[in-house]
């Protein structure tokens, strides 16, 4: 891959250490793309600054549904002034059909918001979203529908498996509005529960993955490690060179 980003998420405990020294780590790593998780404390010209001195390239940035609607017009802003192209909801609490038609209309609103500004604006997914309704409907598939044609999606193909589905059939079905995946492994333990593990260690057929991505024209791919049985930046530097040689 010619271009790999990070979820800085992954790296949390380092970003929340010293900020620009992890993004100086990550850009050491090999990536080339940046997806925020916040920005550090950092003014945009402070982060301007330290992305040029990295050349790091920022695509995406993750923030909860409960912190856009309190400071949408804020994470607006920042992402037009440090050049970064796409907001994206990162998580959304939804356990009935209502739930997520309510969650999606509110996802509608702050895309047209976004579109109005010049930014795109993408959902997050984890396993929950695929719980579905007693009428057998994903609870996914109801927000997405409610979300409104501006309302794209960022697959995290880790959490899709986890909840029981194919990522690719997901992505399938979302031709033409999936902008980004997550590349985050699914591991399965002997006892047959699920983890996360480092690339290639797992049970995901990233090839196929990447395959379909390219033939749908997703824009960018993310690696996120989450908690694990190793050290975060041995798996984050691990990942960058799997995905590397793919």
Same mark, same amino acid.
């Given at each position: 891959?010619?271009?790999?980003?990070?979820?800085?998420?992954?790296? =949390?405990?380092?970003?929340?250490?010293?900020?620009k020294g992890a993004m100086e780590k990550v850009a050491k790593m090999g990536y080339t793309?940046?997806?925020?998780? #916040?920005y550090g404390g950092l003014s945009p010209a402070e982060m301007k600054e330290l992305l040029a001195k990295t050349g790091l390239e920022p695509v995406a940035s993750h923030v909860s549904l409960p912190e856009l609607e309190e400071k949408l017009d804020f994470h607006i802003d920042y992402l037009k002034a440090v050049g970064c192209p796409t907001l994206v909801c990162a998580w959304a609490g939804?356990?009935?059909?209502?739930?997520?038609?309510?969650? #999606?209309?509110?996802?509608s609103a702050m895309a047209e918001k976004c579109a109005q500004a010049g930014l795109s604006f993408a959902y997050h997914n984890h396993g929950h979203e695929f719980d579905k309704t007693p009428g057998g409907e994903c609870l996914f598939d109801i927000m997405m529908r409610h979300g409104g044609n501006l309302l794209m999606v960022e697959f995290d193909v880790f959490w899709i498996a986890f909840a029981g589905e194919d990522p690719i059939d997901y992505m399938k079905r979302y031709a033409g509005r999936v902008m980004y995946?997550?590349? =985050?492994?699914?591991?399965?333990?002997?006892? #047959?529960s699920k983890f996360n593990a480092i690339p290639g260690r797992g049970t995901l057929d990233?090839?196929?993955?990447?395959?379909?991505?390219?033939?749908?024209?997703?824009?960018?791919?993310?690696?996120?490690?989450?908690? #694990?049985?190793?050290?975060?930046?041995?798996?984050?530097?691990?990942?960058?060179q799997y995905f590397a040689a793919l």
């Open positions: 891959m010619k271009e790999l980003g990070l979820q800085l998420y992954s790296l =949390k405990d380092d970003f929340a250490k010293d900020f793309q940046v997806e925020f998780a #916040g939804m356990k009935t059909a209502d739930e997520a038609a309510q969650v #999606g209309e509110k996802l995946i997550h590349l =985050k492994e699914l591991g399965v333990k002997e006892d #047959g990233f090839p196929a993955i990447l395959k379909t991505g390219e033939k749908l024209g997703v824009e960018a791919y993310f690696v996120e490690q989450e908690a #694990g049985d190793y050290v975060s930046a041995e798996a984050v530097a691990e990942a960058a």
